[in-house]
């Protein structure tokens, strides 16, 4: 049973175009959701995170859309650089407990 | 910022035999954790650990598995004995702990069971 899920699997974009990367979850007790962002050969280094109390979460070029309601969160990634090129893993835990629980991640192209 | 260190970066070992796997996690941190991913899929988790003790495990936890962090020695994994099916890059993460506190995770270790 997949508790996070995200979509899609694979994207390609042009330099300066926003990318949106979609998740959603099925566990109603999740309620802290990090962005990960992992290079080849590197370990995940979290992006950005929300809680669900809030709805919208902005950090520079990089902002997280959330819909409690219906258990989905999208990840927009504004003016993306070929620096941005990653994948990027959603990610959930619920309130209190140390656990993470990823999604498959989205490999994100940006095209010069 | 802070660092996790994970030794050795890749280790090839053959099945059957035992395999540590080393982690240096932030140094006042409180919470650590093993990860497997292979080929360069879904993070699965495998086991956080605080104050001496496993706090949870996943199914991928198998019996052959074992973690423990001898008083201010490296956080390892254990893995006795090898199988195919565990060669995967394994990565080890920690946090102070607490309502989302960032979880900072290594390089991995990627582990060749042949």
């Known amino acids: 049973q997949q508790q996070v899920r995200q979509s899609p699997q694979s994207l390609t974009v042009w330099e300066g175009e926003t990318a949106i990367l979609n998740c959603s979850y099925e566990?109603?007790?999740?309620?802290?959701f990090p962005w990960y962002q992992q290079f080849p050969g590197e370990g995940p280094a979290l992006l950005i995170s929300i809680l669900s109390v809030s709805d919208k979460k902005e950090d520079g070029r990089f902002t997280i859309f959330f819909n409690k309601r219906e258990k989905k969160l999208s990840l927009h990634i504004a003016d993306s650089q070929p620096g941005d090129s990653a994948t990027y893993f959603c990610a959930a835990s619920p309130y209190g407990n140390e656990k993470i629980t990823f999604g498959a991640g989205t490999k994100l192209t940006i095209k010069p | 910022g802070p660092k996790v260190l994970q030794i050795p970066s890749h280790q090839i070992i053959d099945m059957g035999q035992m395999v540590t796997l080393n982690c240096d996690p932030v140094s006042n941190h409180l919470y650590f954790y093993w990860y497997k991913q292979i080929l360069g899929q879904q993070m699965e988790f495998l086991v956080n650990f605080y104050n001496g003790k496993v706090m949870e495990k996943s199914k991928l936890f198998k019996d052959q598995f074992s973690v423990e962090r001898p008083d201010g020695s490296y956080f390892t994994l254990k893995i006795q004995p090898t199988a195919l099916e565990d060669s995967a890059v394994y990565f080890c993460?920690?946090?102070?702990?607490?309502?989302?506190?960032?979880?900072?995770f290594g390089k991995g270790t990627r582990l060749t069971v042949v």
């Open positions: 566990n109603s007790a999740f309620d802290y």
């Open positions: 993460a920690s946090s102070l702990g607490g309502r989302s506190t960032e979880v900072f």
